[in-house]
Each structure stands twice: as structure tokens, then as C-alpha cells.
């Protein structure tokens, strides 16, 4: 027998501070203020190894056997620990996000639309299947868009209010967060940012971070009887914020 009930409310008081996130692949997720949130590695070196035996074992084995059968299932077991602790890093990320800022601004990211095989047609073959299948896979496991679906949810049933801001993802890597300026030579690699105007140099993921905060921030001025000159947006906001 099993009962449901209302997720209990995160406990918190309000802090006064806002913060941008950039979710990556290189770092699960970036904060404006120069931080990196790393989802820790799922399984271990000795787990990654025996999963890879399990999966060219069951590539051997005879369909409908009673061995493939057990195959699967020690697969599945290791399977559920990765999940688990997925989600258990989310879990704490996530409450820790809400209790320490009362704004959090991310993108809008249309993550189903990310991660579309290229692999085309046989009359029209895609470009680098291999290449974006495996940033497919890498998008997919740090899981983005349950911890936009957490982080939300965790907000709403805050004590004090927190304010969650989607922003238009639009140039936030090409944006000089110091000067303005945007151009994609400013991205000089995947890592690094240096402007072709002012050479601010940064992170590139520190640098969307900063554009993320700047774009809500002035969003939220506007909507409080300001004036601001940051990009469209989408919104989503707490209602208990409002």
C-alpha cells in the first residue's frame, strides 16, 4: 500500500542575491559568479568496466536464453544505481540553489529540439552523425531538463519566495559580458572567451553565465517600472513571487 503527499516545503529566508546558470557539457552547470557545479562521476571505474563487459556479452548472447535474461538484469541493476545517483545530485544541487538566492536566471533551452539525430536520410546522409550522437548522449545524462523541472518545483514551494527567470539562449556565448559587444570570433574555443572589442577574457561558460544574470536582472527592472535595453525573454515565475 503505497500514499501519496504534497512534497514538503524547502525551507529558507530570503538572501538578497541573484545568480545566472549555464548549463554545459564540460560543467553541468556554471554560476555567473565564476562557480562550477560538476555532476559527479555516476559509476565507478571498476562499475564502467564490468557494465562495458555486460554490454559485449549480451551483444553475444542468444536472444530469449536464460542467460541473456540474467545478463539484462545485472545491466538494468547498474542502470538503476546511475539514476539514483543522478538524481540524488540534483536533489541536493538543487535545494542548495533555492535556500541560497532569492533570483535564479537560466535559459530556455528546447532541449528535445538539441538532441535530434542528424542522421539524415540514405538520398540526403547528415553531417558528423558520430559527433553529435555522442554530444546527444552527453546532453541526456546530465540531465537538464529535470533539474530545470526540480529547480522550479523546489521554488514554488519555498517558505520565502525565489524567483526562477527563463531567458532567450540567443547569443549568450558570443555576448561580451563586459562591453556588449557580440560576434562568434569571440568565442575563441570551447572553453575560452576573449573579446575582438574590449579583450575581456573569460571562461566562456563563466562569460554566458554573466550575460544570463544581466539579461533577467534587466527583465526584472523592466517589469518593476524600469526601463531596460536586455534581449526578449521568456519567463517563468514563481507564483507565490508574484
Known amino acids: 500500500m503505497s500514499f501519496t503527499y504534497p512534497a514538503p516545503q524547502i525551507e529558507r529566508v530570503s538572501t538578497g542575491e541573484i545568480i545566472g546558470l549555464d548549463m554545459g ?82 535559459e530556455n533551452l528546447k532541449i528535445k529540439n538539441m538532441t535530434k539525430s542528424t542522421k539524415g536520410t540514405i538520398q540526403s546522409p547528415g553531417k558528423n552523425v558520430a559527433q553529435k550522437a555522442g554530444l546527444n548522449r552527453s546532453i541526456l545524462e546530465q540531465s537538464w531538463g529535470m533539474f530545470r523541472q526540480r529547480l522550479t518545483d523546489k521554488a514554488s514551494s519555498a517558505t520565502t519566495p525565489v524567483e526562477i527567470i527563463t531567458i532567450n539562449p540567443a547569443y549568450t556565448s558570443q555576448r561580451c559580458s563586459k562591453c556588449g559587444h557580440t560576434n562568434k570570433r569571440n568565442r575563441k574555443s570551447q572553453a575560452i572567451f576573449c573579446c575582438k572589442v574590449c579583450r575581456y577574457t573569460n571562461n566562456a561558460d563563466v562569460n554566458a553565465a554573466k550575460n544570463i544574470i544581466s539579461t533577467a536582472a534587466g527583465l526584472a527592472v523592466t517589469e518593476r517600472g524600469g526601463i531596460s535595453h536586455s534581449d526578449p525573454t521568456k519567463r517563468t515565475t514563481n507564483p507565490k513571487a508574484a
Open 25 to 106: 557539457v564540460t560543467h553541468t552547470i556554471t554560476k555567473s559568479n565564476g562557480r562550477f557545479l560538476d555532476m559527479p562521476q555516476l559509476l565507478s571505474e571498476a562499475e564502467q568496466q564490468r557494465k562495458r563487459r555486460l554490454q559485449r556479452k549480451l551483444a553475444r548472447q542468444v536472444k530469449g536464453s536464460n542467460r541473456r535474461k540474467v545478463t539484462k538484469l545485472d545491466l538494468a541493476k547498474l542502470s538503476a544505481k546511475e539514476t539514483d545517483r543522478r538524481k540524488d545530485w540534483i536533489e541536493k544541487t538543487t535545494t542548495d540553489l533555492v535556500r541560497s538566492y532569492d533570483l535564479i536566471a537560466l
